[in-house]
């Protein structure tokens, strides 16, 4: 029903940047919050930021003066701006979408298929 799209993932060298979109499609009716979550290996999933229609935004400590959450509500689409990448932010980032649908009632989140973020020299 709901499909989330990312892209732009890949591998940079400490202190570089990268910008990640993902696109939401599908029966929409409405979305509430987006947002996007990484996942390092042996490590639980964790919250980067997240963003709500309003644009009200929120954001880990860890990424906090170094990474930017934005929106096109339009184009259903959120991006992740994340600059000064350290190693310590390798993993796979998530896409997360809170929302509702055109044909159930109720609210649900949809998760993407991940993208590799990998920082090193």
């Known amino acids: 029903q709901v499909q989330l799209v990312e892209s732009g993932g890949g591998l940079v060298q400490p202190g570089g940047s990268l910008r990640l979109s993902c696109a939401a499609s599908g029966s929409i009716f409405s979305i509430y919050a987006m947002g996007w979550y990484r996942q390092a290996p042996g490590k639980r999933r964790e919250l980067v930021a997240t963003i709500t229609s309003g644009g009200s935004t929120r954001y880990a400590d860890s990424v906090k003066d170094r990474f930017t959450v934005s929106r096109d509500n339009a184009k259903n689409t959120v991006y992740l701006q994340m600059n000064s990448l350290k190693p310590e932010d390798t993993a796979v980032y998530y896409c997360?979408?809170?929302?509702?649908?055109?044909?159930?009632?109720?609210?649900?989140?949809?998760w993407g298929q991940g993208t590799q973020v990998t920082v090193s020299s």
């Open positions: 997360n979408a809170d929302l509702s649908l055109t044909v159930t009632p109720g609210r649900y989140s949809y």
